[in-house]
């Protein structure tokens, strides 16, 4: 029991500090700080496999009054495996190497995907309170283990045709004269001059430099 209050309490802070996000402001500025791509995805992985070992420790007492934060964290858990996605996608797009964020991620959704389908063939008294959402997180992380396991060429591949397909569909929802200012926009940024420290007096590019008299 005393367990059960010490994961209540610990539900309950999370909950408060989370609101509609899916990290706690800790976890926001942890992610804030590590900007390079392998990296981030470790910690999103890291934030995965807490929210599981806290969904795994309700699901084995099973006592009343878990069914709302396991309800949560599965939520806040398949948002995290979404963030992780995302990470790779945009690091593709820029064509930033995330060999070794993959990798990890590939073994560590594996490892959770497990842990889930366990959950879920054990079917806990109160799975219909979650069921929906313990699919939800199934789904996902099923799904984001085959975008893992994809060559990395291929996926920015993919990546890179959406990005067209999507840019496609926004042109095509503006209306004409929505379009018309986009071109002419798009003609007033190809003609900007790329920014330079030469000064009005100083000689070209490439020409010879002034005899001093």
Same mark, same amino acid.
């Given at each position: 029991?005393?367990?059960?209050?010490?994961?209540?309490?610990?539900?309950?802070?999370?909950?408060?500090?989370?609101?509609?996000? =899916?990290?706690?402001?800790?976890?926001?500025?942890?992610? !804030?700080?590590?900007? %390079?791509?392998?990296? /981030?995805?470790?910690?999103?992985?890291? =934030? @995965?496999? #807490?929210?599981?070992? #806290?969904?795994?420790?309700?699901?084995? #007492?099973?006592?009343?009054? !878990?069914?709302?934060?396991?309800?949560?964290?599965?939520?806040?858990?398949?948002? $995290?495996?979404?963030? $992780?996605?995302?990470?790779?996608?945009? @690091?593709? /797009?820029?064509?930033?190497?995330?060999?070794?964020?993959?990798?990890?991620?590939?073994?560590?959704? /594996?490892?959770?995907?497990?842990?889930?389908? *366990?959950?879920?063939?054990?079917?806990? &008294?109160?799975? +219909? /309170?979650? %069921?929906?959402?313990?699919?939800?997180?199934?789904?996902?992380?099923?799904? &984001?283990?085959?975008?893992?396991?994809?060559?990395?060429?291929? !996926? +920015?591949?993919?990546?890179?045709? *959406?990005?067209?397909?999507?840019? @496609?569909?926004?042109?095509? +929802?503006?209306?004409?004269?929505?379009?018309?200012? *986009?071109?002419? #926009?798009?003609?007033?940024?190809?003609?900007?001059?790329?920014?330079?420290?030469? !000064?009005?007096?100083?000689?070209?590019?490439? @020409?010879?430099?002034?005899?001093?008299?």
């Amino acid at each position: 029991m005393k367990t059960l209050l010490v994961l209540l309490s610990v539900g309950v802070g999370l909950m408060a500090q989370v609101g509609r996000d =899916f990290l706690t402001a800790d976890e926001a500025d942890q992610v !804030r700080m590590v900007q %390079e791509p392998n990296e /981030r995805l470790k910690l999103y992985l890291v =934030f @995965a496999k #807490q929210r599981l070992e #806290q969904v795994d420790q309700l699901v084995a #007492q099973n006592k009343a009054g !878990r069914s709302v934060l396991i309800h949560d964290l599965l939520e806040q858990y398949t948002k $995290i495996i979404d963030a $992780i996605d995302t990470v790779a996608d945009d @690091a593709l /797009r820029r064509k930033v190497a995330v060999n070794l964020g993959m990798a990890a991620t590939v073994e560590s959704e /594996r490892g959770m995907l497990a842990r889930l389908q *366990k959950i879920q063939k054990s079917e806990p &008294s109160d799975l +219909a /309170r979650y %069921e929906y959402v313990l699919k939800d997180a199934i789904d996902t992380t099923s799904d &984001s283990l085959e975008l893992s396991q994809a060559d990395l060429s291929g !996926r +920015a591949a993919g990546v890179e045709a *959406k990005d067209r397909k999507e840019k @496609a569909a926004r042109e095509e +929802a503006l209306t004409p004269e929505e379009s018309k200012d *986009k071109k002419e #926009q798009d003609k007033k940024d190809g003609k900007k001059k790329a920014p330079t420290l030469r !000064r009005p007096t100083d000689p070209p590019p490439g @020409a010879p430099a002034p005899t001093k008299k």
